[in-house]
């Protein structure tokens, strides 16, 4: 019955994931995705929150196309996403107060940044760029990468908390 409710429970919320893409994918690092990330990792733990990354990051493709280097990008960072965040969230038993929040906050921040670090990373190399060219094109992550490191600062520095607790009240986990 647990294997069942875990599929159930990384089923809907890989599809709450893409919604929530779909409806900010117009607004440039502006996005959801991390704030639910952070929950369902942090609450879940390291493999749940594996799983449900890399369910997210094929699935999307089904919407969004099947970009290779976006794909590579997606499989690496949220895996990556969910085992950090997945063991802060072990290392904190799962609960939160205001100074384990803050350290969440702070770390949502960092792998945010990681993102594009990877991303101007696997990009570039992936379509071959010049250096000229995969300069650029780390110049221009910039416009994204400010916005989405600040709007996942807020997101997750005000929601992070009621969504575990909310998780917790209808004892998903157990």
């Not at 590579?72 to 950090?84: E, Q």
């Amino acid at each position: 019955m647990k294997a069942t409710k875990d599929l159930t429970i990384i089923g809907l919320y890989t599809a709450l994931l893409i919604g929530g893409q779909i409806a900010l994918a117009g607004i440039s690092g502006v996005e959801i995705v991390t704030l639910l990330i952070t929950a369902f990792a942090f609450y879940f733990g390291v493999i749940r929150g594996t799983v449900l990354a890399t369910v997210f990051s094929v699935m999307r493709c089904f919407v969004f196309g099947f970009f290779p280097n976006i794909l590579i990008l997606y499989l690496v960072y949220y895996n990556l996403f969910a085992v950090v965040i997945g063991l802060i969230g072990k290392a904190m038993n799962r609960e939160l107060n205001l100074k384990k929040h803050i350290l969440v906050v702070l770390a949502v921040a960092l792998l945010t940044v990681i993102f594009t670090l990877l991303d101007n990373i696997i990009t570039p190399n992936f379509f071959g760029y010049s250096i000229d060219a995969a300069k650029a094109y780390w110049v221009a992550s910039l416009t994204a990468v400010i916005p989405q490191t600040i709007c996942a600062v807020i997101t997750v520095g005000l929601l992070n908390m009621p969504l575990v607790k909310l998780f917790d009240k209808l004892k998903l986990n157990k």
